[in-house]
């Protein structure tokens, strides 16, 4: 045997050997979680793919002929009327604030949804990170056991972490109802859980060992002279990523995915087990109560050229109703609205013209997000459109607005920077923070 041989099988069996920090690693890991449940930033994102009818939602124009067959209703924020298709979001606005003159002018759903998810153009040369990304960068605790983001769906997951890498990618959940695949340890590694999570961590100290030595260039005969160079950081973002991996299989953390033990009246009230989007919102609750950093939860359907009326009524307007107010009562009575910024958006809104065929077709011109929960002043309407929702008539705004708007109500300076792909400085918002909601 070659002495660099020996010397590596000597560290394979010396970390083999390790005993497991079972006790002392679930004591000191209760510690953290109990510091980040109280100090945590958490941001949620509701996605509505498709691109959303603000006109039937947020912004109704009763009385013209664009304005469509809902009425409007009045919220628990004085002044303020949504749809009557979200009776229950209504009784739970006083934390939330309409922008009703947002200005995108992106009508394509590629180029919408990257607009929307990054608050930056698209473009061919950099990738721009998600917002749940650059939130997770710059928030979340080292402590933390579990992702920092977490995708409900597959819209995080499809804009990615851009050039900020794979460290800050978002960890998917498809089915917001079961825990995730492939969380719990195999049967074949012991008949108990005590059993599964030791020989586990004896196999992710193995592994720690094979990855340090290959970032180290121990084994050149399998790397090529460029990949040794820029091995280093990668590795280490590799490694990193999978020690959260590891840590949430043995940890009491990956029961947080569990909803089967939520009270029946808690389910029913989030729409029951039906509502992939409502058991998403439970999901985020659960979640954020544990300090994960962003929570990003889909909800499609919402590309109504045909139908559009009966498509909300029966359809994705109980859905987002049930989802999001009863999260925003959960938030409340759970005192987590105060750390806990929310974020309602599509890739653009539908046209105040209605089409022959009953739907309204993309609409960037002018149209509405919903934001609220941590600094940002709820129960309020910033802008306006025209009467027949043609145009804007106060307060224009982009989408760099908005996010400087909603980093800045999770406590972040909007000007702080990040590094680019190449290098470069980039501030996480191209805005300004909207006056009067902070």
């Known amino acids: 045997m070659s002495s660099s041989r020996r010397h590596f099988m000597q560290h394979v069996a010396g970390a083999s050997a390790l005993a497991l920090p079972s006790l002392n690693?679930?004591?000191?890991?209760?510690?953290?979680?109990?510091?980040?449940?109280?100090?945590?930033?958490?941001?949620?994102?509701?996605?509505?793919?498709?691109?959303?009818?603000?006109?039937?939602?947020?912004?109704?124009?009763?009385?013209?002929?664009?304005?469509?067959?809902?009425?409007?209703?009045?919220?628990?924020?004085?002044?303020?009327?949504?749809?009557?298709?979200?009776?229950?979001?209504?009784?739970?606005?006083?934390?939330?604030?309409i922008v009703r003159s947002l200005v995108t002018n992106e009508g394509s759903h590629e180029r919408g949804t990257t607009l929307m998810n990054t608050g930056r153009q698209p473009s061919p040369v950099v990738q721009y990170p998600a917002i749940g990304s650059v939130a997770s960068s710059l928030l979340t605790s080292k402590e933390l056991a579990l992702p920092g983001f977490i995708g409900v769906g597959g819209t995080a997951q499809r804009i990615g972490p851009g050039f900020l890498g794979m460290m800050y990618a978002p960890f998917s959940v498809q089915n917001a109802g079961q825990p995730p695949a492939n969380i719990k340890p195999p049967a074949s590694l012991g008949s108990s859980q005590m059993e599964q999570?030791?020989?586990?961590?004896?196999?992710?100290?193995?592994?720690?060992?094979?990855?340090?030595?290959?970032?180290?260039?121990?084994?050149?005969?399998?790397?090529?002279?460029?990949?040794?160079e820029n091995a280093g950081s990668s590795a280490q973002a590799h490694a990193s990523i999978y020690k959260k991996a590891f840590d949430l299989t043995i940890s009491p953390l990956r029961n947080v995915f569990d909803i089967s033990k939520e009270p029946t009246s808690v389910i029913d009230a989030y729409g029951g087990r039906a509502n992939g989007f409502g058991m998403g919102c439970l999901l985020a609750r659960k979640l954020v109560e544990q300090g994960v950093t962003c929570v990003e939860i889909d909800l499609g359907g919402w590309d109504n050229h045909a139908g559009i009326f009966n498509?909300?009524?029966?359809?994705?307007?109980?859905?987002?109703?049930?989802?999001?107010?009863?999260?925003?009562?959960?938030?409340?009575?759970?005192?987590?609205?105060?750390?806990?910024?929310?974020?309602?958006?599509?890739?653009?809104?539908?046209?105040?013209?209605?089409?022959?065929?009953?739907?309204?077709?993309?609409?960037?011109?002018?149209?509405?997000?919903?934001?609220?929960?941590?600094?940002?002043?709820?129960?309020?309407?910033?802008?306006?459109?025209?009467?027949?929702?043609?145009?804007?008539?106060?307060?224009?705004?982009?989408?760099?607005?908005?996010?400087?708007?909603?980093?800045?109500?999770?406590?972040?300076?909007?000007?702080?920077?990040?590094?680019?792909?190449?290098?470069?400085?980039?501030?996480?918002?191209?805005?300004k923070p909207l006056k009067g909601l902070i």
């Open 25 to 97: 690693f679930l004591h000191g890991l209760k510690a953290a979680e109990d510091k980040l449940k109280k100090e945590s930033k958490s941001l949620i994102v509701f996605w509505m793919g498709g691109g959303p009818s603000h006109m039937d939602l947020w912004d109704l124009k009763p009385g013209a002929t664009t304005g469509g067959e809902f009425k409007p209703i009045a919220t628990n924020a004085s002044g303020v009327q949504i749809s009557e298709a979200l009776p229950t979001v209504a009784k739970n606005f006083k934390n939330l604030a």
């Open 197 to 228: 999570d030791e020989r586990l961590r004896r196999r992710q100290r193995l592994f720690y060992t094979v990855e340090d030595q290959f970032a180290q260039g121990n084994f050149p005969h399998l790397m090529k002279a460029e990949d040794r």
């Open 311 to 431: 498509t909300i009524r029966t359809g994705n307007g109980p859905r987002l109703d049930k989802g999001m107010g009863n999260l925003m009562k959960e938030l409340e009575e759970r005192g987590l609205l105060k750390n806990t910024v929310v974020m309602w958006m599509g890739e653009f809104g539908r046209t105040p013209r209605i089409n022959q065929n009953g739907g309204r077709d993309h609409w960037a011109r002018c149209w509405s997000v919903v934001i609220g929960g941590g600094a940002i002043k709820g129960g309020q309407v910033y802008g306006a459109t025209s009467d027949d929702g043609m145009d804007v008539k106060d307060n224009p705004c982009s989408i760099g607005d908005v996010f400087a708007t909603v980093f800045k109500g999770l406590g972040v300076d909007p000007a702080t920077q990040v590094r680019d792909n190449i290098g470069r400085p980039l501030a996480i918002a191209d805005g």
